[in-house]
């Protein structure tokens, strides 16, 4: 059976790739969706490779078996001569296969090999969930200085859906000051502070989760839900700071509503 352990394990991760990315839309929780098609074929691939290395290893366990069968055809012959010593060797080779045979380990590896199916095997069945307040609250509170410039104009009516990584930058580094006055809607998860603050809080990504960064607003006027909550907040925003200052960011808000809502299917806005 050990010959057939990494066909099983490439099977395994190919299963889990193509459960997140074909029969799912779990992969958002690490990927961008434009990767999607990248990742079904990978899948594919490895399901794939998994047949033909199970096809390749039953082929030489039939080789082997036959060149076994083969072997103790000659031996019988051997014995039935003069050569009394031929028999006494066939029984020391029968004697060294047998002390082979209980190896734990052969041309296939050894049996602790089969412990590498259980992360994939966990990755098939229990899918790691996006990344959440904890991610967020380890990033350093240094931000890249973008400068301060004009952002267009926002859509007319209030309220206005932003994304908290447009929120953000407006908020930080717009010196038209377009926020001013406007009604804004902004959704995310909830994190929080040592200082009793609370944010609503959403990680930005260019190409996966490896890369992500956090965006979010301070929320003042209503009480916080619980850390990882996902809420839906309107209200507008109060300037703080000068701009492009680090007393300006994370931009606030005073919220009049909140509402909770379900996660997204893809939790992070694309940075």
């Not at 029969?23 to 594919?44: D, I, K, T, W």
């Not at 036959?66 to 072997?71: N, S, V």
């Not at 580094?173 to 603050?197: C, I, N, P, Q």
Request: net charge negative; with cysteine.
């Amino acid at each position: 059976m050990r010959r057939y352990g990494p066909a099983v394990l490439l099977a395994l991760v190919g299963a889990a790739i193509l459960r997140v990315s074909l029969f799912s839309e779990l992969y958002l929780r690490y990927v961008q969706a434009g990767l999607r098609p990248y990742l079904v074929v990978s899948g594919a691939a490895l399901v794939l490779l998994a047949v033909a290395v199970a096809g390749v290893a039953r082929g030489a366990a039939v080789h082997e078996a036959e060149g076994h069968e083969g072997g103790d055809g000659d031996g019988h012959e051997g014995g039935d001569g003069d050569g009394g010593g031929d028999g006494h060797e066939g029984a020391g080779d029968h004697a060294g296969h047998s002390h082979s045979d209980t190896h734990s380990h052969g041309p296939a590896g050894p049996r602790v090999a089969w412990f590498l199916t259980l992360p994939a095997l966990a990755l098939l069945l229990f899918p790691p969930p996006a990344l959440g307040s904890y991610s967020a609250e380890r990033e350093a509170a240094q931000r890249a200085a973008q400068g301060v410039g004009t952002f267009p104009d926002l859509p007319s009516g209030n309220p206005v859906d932003l994304t908290l990584g447009e929120f953000g930058s407006r908020a930080v580094y717009d010196s038209g000051r377009s926020l001013k006055g406007r009604t804004v809607r902004l959704t995310g998860f909830v994190t929080r502070d040592g200082d009793g603050a609370w944010y609503v809080t959403r990680l930005l990504v260019s190409c996966c989760a490896a890369d992500a960064t956090t965006a979010k607003a301070e929320v003042r006027g209503v009480e916080a839900p619980p850390v990882d909550t996902w809420v839906t907040v309107t209200g507008m925003w109060h300037p703080e700071g000068e701009l492009g200052s680090t007393e300006a960011w994370p931009p606030v808000v005073d919220v009049t509503s909140l509402r909770r809502v379900r996660q997204p299917d893809n939790p992070y806005e694309k940075r």
